[in-house]
């Protein structure tokens, strides 16, 4: 007989699997950093930079002002990292890399588009530049896109044929991103970049890396639909359902029903309510918690989706907004940017949502906001007028 949660025990779970139920330790520092990228399995990049990198706020959430620098320049070396394509472009640690191998050998596929774009000879030309000369961006390539590539591409949003050799190269695993310098991947052959240990390990097939993917997603979520695990590492649904179906008859996963939830869900065998969870977090829009949208809304009754793609009159509450977690409830949102030149964190939103008490949620976010600001380096908190919260937020900043 299938077991049935209620919502709210569907919700502590992914809480406490999550890191929220923990304290924040009092001076964070790399086994704490360390902690939550085991726990979370990757941690998805973005180029969106208008408050923080996206790779930095995760870390925020779950252990308050940590020192930013231990995730800049070398931080793959330091955490044992590698960069490739896992829930998108993330961060993985170092001992999946294996697992990754098969969608290497998915990238090579590509090699007729990128044959047209760039060139083989020019193919050869930019591993061999990198093999003699180290780690390069693409700015440090003698020739970043003339020699046998034509000028630019017309594929690929009509990038540069350097920029076309270097990313297939990095989806078949020939280079490797060893950091990114303002955002721009540096790359490096694997040979002097991932131990030998995993760059020779034994064959792991598709069918085995996407049953390890899984594992790693419902641990890192606690509970999900099928759907929900898949997404984490971006596989399909009909290569995930067989896998699923095989963790649950070995009892890795446990199937369950969730109440207001329309699929049946799978529970890792490490899952726990631990009680009420009392946690207080701004949440980047790429933080694992909230990425997959229909999973925040079944969780938290609450409707999300990044608006920097819309147009600005059609924006409901703003370009970059962060949504606010307080006690096991998504209580509110705000629009921020990190004015730097102004040494100043700008509200340009705060959103309270129904049923929430704004007396109770604003002196909690400011508390959050003012703790952010100094992470930043930011000297003040500036509160725009516009939504429902602003007021009493600006109350509770003073």
């Known amino acids: 007989m299938t077991d049935m949660l209620s919502k709210i025990e569907a919700r502590r779970i992914a809480l406490v699997a999550q890191g929220f139920a923990e304290p924040r ?6 086994t704490d950093v360390r902690r939550v990228i085991d726990r979370l399995g990757l941690i998805q990049l973005d180029s969106v930079n208008v408050a923080v990198r996206a790779h930095f706020m995760p870390f925020f959430s779950r252990l308050g002002a940590y020192p930013m620098e231990l995730l800049d320049d070398g931080a793959h070396e330091r955490f044992d990292l590698f960069e490739f394509w896992g829930h998108v472009a993330s961060l ?28 083989a000879g020019y193919l050869n030309l930019i591993l061999d530049e990198i093999r003699e000369r180290g780690p390069l961006t693409i700015g440090d390539l003698e020739d970043p896109g003339r020699k046998g590539g034509g000028g630019r591409s ?34 490096d052959i694997p040979e002097r970049a991932i131990p030998s240990k995993y760059r020779d390990a034994e064959h792991v097939s598709r069918e085995d890396a996407h049953r390890e993917f899984l ?15 898949a997404d984490y590492y ?21 199937e369950v029903e969730v109440e207001g939830w329309d699929q049946p869900a799978y529970l890792h065998p490490d899952a726990s309510t631990n009680g009420r969870v009392d946690a207080r977090a701004i949440l980047s829009p790429f ?12 969780l938290f009754d609450f409707f999300y989706r990044i608006e920097i793609y819309v147009p600005e009159k059609k924006r409901q509450y703003g ?9 096991e409830d998504l209580v509110a949102r705000v629009d921020v940017k990190a004015e730097r030149d102004r040494c100043t964190l700008r509200i340009r939103g705060a959103f309270i949502e129904d049923g929430q008490d704004p007396a109770h949620v604003a002196p909690e976010l400011a508390a959050e906001l003012k703790l952010m600001a100094e992470w930043l380096g930011l000297k003040r908190v500036r509160v725009g007028r516009r939504g429902n919260l602003c007021s009493a937020l600006r109350e509770a900043l003073r």
């Open 215 to 229: 594992r790693i997603a419902a641990r890192a979520y606690g509970i999900g639909t099928g759907a929900d695990l």
């Open 92 to 119: 993985i640690p170092v001992e999946q890399y294996p697992l990754f191998r098969h969608r290497m050998e998915d990238g090579i596929k590509d090699r007729s588009r990128t044959l047209r774009d760039a060139g």
């Open 287 to 298: 933080d694992s918690l909230i990425w997959e949208r229909d999973r925040t809304e079944r």
């Open 154 to 187: 017309p594929g690929w949003w009509n990038r540069a044929p350097g920029k076309v050799a270097l990313e297939y190269h990095f989806a078949t695993g020939d280079l490797t991103s060893v950091e990114r310098r303002n955002f721009s991947r540096v790359y």
């Open 234 to 254: 971006r596989i399909r649904m009909p290569e995930a359902r067989p896998r699923l179906a095989e963790l649950v008859e070995a009892g890795e996963l446990q």
């Open 319 to 327: 370009y970059y907004v962060l949504p606010f977690l307080l006690g």
């Open 25 to 30: 330790p009092v001076n964070a520092g790399h």
